[in-house]
């Protein structure tokens, strides 16, 4: 079945103590990419990546990392979280830039 | 800056009772406008990409045009399983994305 997953879909932790989020996508898609999702403000991307190695910084880039060492996987990484990063987390794939988007389940985040 | 501004924020339906929901976008040089369901706890779902000023399409109730502006994602004699959060999205490059707050729509049977 062609999907995007993430791991864990629910995290709960304390300030300071990094993190990582991962995404895989089975569907070899070049292009992926990481949202944040708060009430009211909408999705806002975090970071982008057309393929293997390359990675750009979406809107709210600001105290995530990312990387993108294979195809299939994209892993979301904050060093040190503060709890305005909780928010519920998606990842998206698609086969190139014009192409439909599909979304993974979502990570719900609290950091306290 | 893009911005992407939806609207109704909520909307409530009888069932069978069309509307639309509006989505106008700031950017100039438009190259894909987006249309996306989701439901409660789930990612968003793929409805409709529209390219140019005057383009349509079309699936089942769901109609979304394109103008200059704005774009409209009309509703016809919906179902209470239509109901959920709609949200469209602006790329001018297709690698960043601006999403709207979204619509939620909740069809009453």
């Known amino acids: 079945e062609a999907q995007v997953t993430q791991n864990p879909r629910y995290l709960i932790t304390v300030t300071g103590k990094k993190l990582t989020v991962t995404c895989s996508q089975n569907?070899?898609?070049?292009?992926m990419s990481w949202y944040r999702q708060d009430p009211g403000l909408g999705l806002r991307q975090i970071y982008y990546s057309m393929n293997v190695e390359v990675t750009d910084k979406g809107d709210v880039p600001e105290g995530y990392k990312v990387s993108r060492k294979e195809k299939r996987n994209f892993p979301l990484i904050l060093e040190s979280p503060s709890p305005n990063q909780t928010s519920l987390y998606f990842c998206?794939?698609?086969?190139?830039?014009?192409?439909?988007?599909?979304f993974g389940p979502g990570t719900r985040l609290l950091v306290l | 800056e893009d911005q992407v501004t939806q609207s109704p924020e909520a909307l409530r339906l009888q069932e069978g009772e069309s509307s639309s929901l509006n989505c106008s976008y700031t950017v100039s040089g438009l190259r894909g406008l987006f249309w996306y369901r989701q439901d409660p706890g789930k990612g968003p779902e793929f409805l409709f990409t529209l390219y140019s000023a005057g383009e349509e399409k079309e699936k089942e109730r769901l109609k979304a045009t394109l103008t200059k502006k704005e774009s409209f994602l009309h509703i016809t004699a919906p179902k209470p399983e239509d109901s959920a959060t709609y949200l469209c999205a602006e790329s001018h490059n297709f690698n960043k994305f601006y999403f709207g707050s979204g619509t939620k729509l909740n069809v009453k049977p």
């Open positions: 569907m070899n898609h070049e292009y």
């Open positions: 998206a794939s698609s086969m190139t830039l014009q192409e439909t988007q599909y």
